[in-house]
């Protein structure tokens, strides 16, 4: 009876909820590119690249040369340089032999060459273990390594941009959908539902051409500025202001489009609060409209905006992404767009896989934090 109890507890049937779609995407993840043939070691950075292919096309010609001149009858400028092409050839060679060993390496420490539910099985256990595999691109470095430095700037940014853009778009559109609230505010939603509707990487760049190019006031692209020698990566106040100064127009960005789109969503409940029962239950009481406003519109209102704020967080995190290829600022974005460019199959999957278990965490967040908020959901599930 008690598992049976803690099992169906409202936190345990989340809690394995988000198991579940974690290990869901990581399966997805690891058979949806086996499925097209793809075998990430041999993917972009160990095939045959263009000084490989000129090392070839320059054996051919040589080995045409040696042929058509003979050895015997060369002169000797002639032959010392063709002995210089035949170092040049070695050299390169030797470069190719140390891919493949790389490639060779990579290939052992992956097992591609088992059975693919052994393959599975190592690799669902190196997720349970957060080893989320070695980068190709940056062998034998390892993803999580390289992703954990890039989530610094994604999340920081992320984070004080929602929390500001929920804030602003809350009270405003609070404000606006109040009928005491001033003028001004009721003018301003026909702006604010067209600013809703502009996508954040476009945003981005309105923003970059007329505060960054035309009035020069932030800088254009970046996490800091790194044509300064002074500044050294760390968490002195130096780097830190410039890190700030460079996130400005990114978090701003962010924080235009989803303040605008809660602003919206605010508004239309508030109006539909008007009518309720207990909103004129409250202004028959005599309260001040002060507490009515706070303590019965903005509480009961600001319940569903939490609910879609949960239900949004993936395209805010997509926007996000964009914002950051847009801008070139250092995050998991910018990194997944590297990624792809370098066809570095185990990083991309590796970032994918963060995102999803970030979603999922922030959803089940969410669900614990709705019950505190509303009473009502502790009587349902109690």
């Known amino acids: 009876m008690l598992i049976r109890s803690v099992l169906f507890h409202r936190i345990a049937k989340r809690f394995l909820l988000m198991i579940f779609i974690i290990w ?7 058979f949806v590119p086996r499925q097209f043939g793809i075998n990430p070691s041999n993917a972009g950075f160990f095939t045959p690249s263009p000084e490989v292919q000129r090392i070839r096309d320059l054996q051919t010609q040589l080995q045409q040369e040696l042929e058509r001149l003979g050895t015997a009858n060369a002169s000797d400028g002639v032959v010392d340089e063709l002995e210089a092409e035949q170092e040049r050839l070695l050299r390169g060679l030797i470069s ?44 034998p470095v390892s993803v999580f390594s390289v992703i954990q430095h890039s989530l610094y700037w994604t999340l920081g940014m992320m984070s004080i941009a929602t929390i500001i853009a929920f804030s602003i778009g809350t009270i405003m559109g609070g404000l606006a959908g109040w009928p005491g609230s001033p003028r001004l505010l009721r003018w301003a939603f026909t702006p604010l539902l067209a600013a809703s509707s502009i996508p954040i990487y476009l945003l981005g760049w309105i923003l970059i051409w007329f505060l960054a190019f035309e009035w020069q006031l932030f800088p254009l692209q970046g ?13 002195n106040v130096p780097f830190m202001l410039s890190a ?4 400005i127009l990114p978090a701003l960005s962010v924080i235009i489009t989803t303040a605008a789109f809660w602003t919206v969503s605010m508004r239309g409940l508030m109006v539909n ?16 409209p002060r507490r009515i406003f706070l303590r019965y519109g903005i509480r ?40 792809i460019n370098q066809r570095d199959i185990t990083m991309m999957t590796g970032i994918a896989f963060v995102i999803v278990v970030l979603l999922a965490v922030a959803m089940f967040l969410i669900d ?3 019950p505190i908020l509303d009473r009502r959901i502790q009587f349902e599930t109690a």
């Open 368 to 370: 614990l934090l709705l």
């Open 300 to 339: 009961n209102a600001v319940l569903p905006q939490i609910t879609g704020l949960a239900a949004s967080i993936g395209s805010l995190l997509t926007g996000v992404l964009l914002v950051e290829l847009v801008f070139s600022y250092p995050g998991i974005g910018f990194l997944f767009w590297q990624s």
């Open 273 to 288: 609060l008007q009518g309720e029962d207990f909103m004129v239950y409250a202004a028959a009481k005599g309260l001040s």
């Open 96 to 139: 190719e032999n140390e891919r493949r060993s790389t490639r060779t390496a990579f290939e052992r420490q992956f097992g591609f060459g088992d059975p693919i539910i052994v393959q599975y099985r190592r690799y669902i256990t190196s997720l349970a273990q957060f080893d989320l595999g070695a980068s190709r691109r940056f062998f």
């Open 24 to 30: 869901a995407s990581a399966t997805v993840f690891f």
């Open 223 to 235: 996490g800091w500025d790194n044509f300064n020698p002074t500044l050294a990566p760390g968490w």
């Open 244 to 247: 700030l100064h460079h996130s």
